[in-house]
């Protein structure tokens, strides 16, 4: 099936440092859509890309979707602890049934 | 969100004993998804239905089954529970209207034990 891989897989940065985290596929993807789950809470989505090449921000957050639609970026500036947290990709499958879900980038953020 | 509830939030069994995991939403939903979530392996679809008469599997249904009662309810259940089932189970919903689109709204988890 559709796979669609990220990484890094974990990433410890220093408060104010910068992060960013990427979601490859090998096959055009329909559209991306990014969830944060905090720790010991539940995934909560944060934004959807469907154009070649979109670019959207979120205060200190961009999204990226690649010209090919084949990967996806998210970049966090300056962070801040209350960003710790995992970051998954997810793509709708071929049929538009459901969606096929990145392994995550679990962020830790120390002060 | 407060209209994906899950119960219990919190469960330890033993092996061969039958669980069974619920979902409720108040969003209105027509579709809604049970996932698995284990350490470092993401969220894997476990069943899935777009309304009362039409359910799915997932890529891991293996050893569960499911009930949809009603537009707002969705059961999992574990036949006979076994130790590699310990997880967390996260309940979904999706309006469905916009096709290839539609965002999910998790509950807030159940985290099952399995000794």
């Known amino acids: 099936g559709q796979q669609v891989m990220q990484i890094p897989q974990y990433q410890h940065v220093q408060e104010g440092e910068d992060f960013t985290t990427y979601c490859n596929s090998s096959?055009?993807?329909?559209?991306i859509q990014w969830y944060k789950q905090r720790p010991g809470g539940h995934p909560v989505f944060l934004i959807q890309l469907v154009k070649s090449g979109e670019v959207k921000k979120q205060k200190r957050l961009t999204f990226q979707f690649g010209e090919a639609k084949k990967n996806s970026s998210l970049h966090i500036t300056a962070t801040q602890t209350t960003d710790v947290g995992t970051y998954f990709c997810?793509?709708?499958?071929?049929?538009?049934?459901?969606?096929?879900f990145g392994t995550g980038t679990r962020l830790l953020v120390s002060p | 969100d407060a209209d994906v509830t899950q119960t219990p939030r919190n469960r330890i069994t033993k092996t061969g004993k039958r669980i069974m995991l619920e979902c409720s939403q108040t969003?209105?939903?027509?579709?809604m998804y049970w996932y698995r979530q284990d350490p470092g392996l993401g969220l894997q679809l476990i069943y899935y239905s777009f309304d009362v008469k039409d359910i799915n599997k997932g890529e891991i249904s293996d050893g569960y089954s499911v009930s949809r009662q009603a537009q707002a309810k969705f059961s999992l259940s574990l036949e006979s529970a076994i130790p590699n089932q310990t997880a967390l189970y996260f309940c979904?919903?999706?309006?469905?209207?916009?096709?290839?689109?539609?965002?999910?709204?998790f509950g807030p988890g159940t985290r099952l034990t399995v000794l």
């Open positions: 997810a793509n709708m499958n071929t049929g538009f049934q459901k969606l096929v």
């Open positions: 969003k209105g939903h027509d579709r």
């Open positions: 979904a919903t999706s309006d469905g209207r916009l096709t290839g689109r539609d965002t999910q709204y």
């Open positions: 096959t055009t993807l329909s559209n």
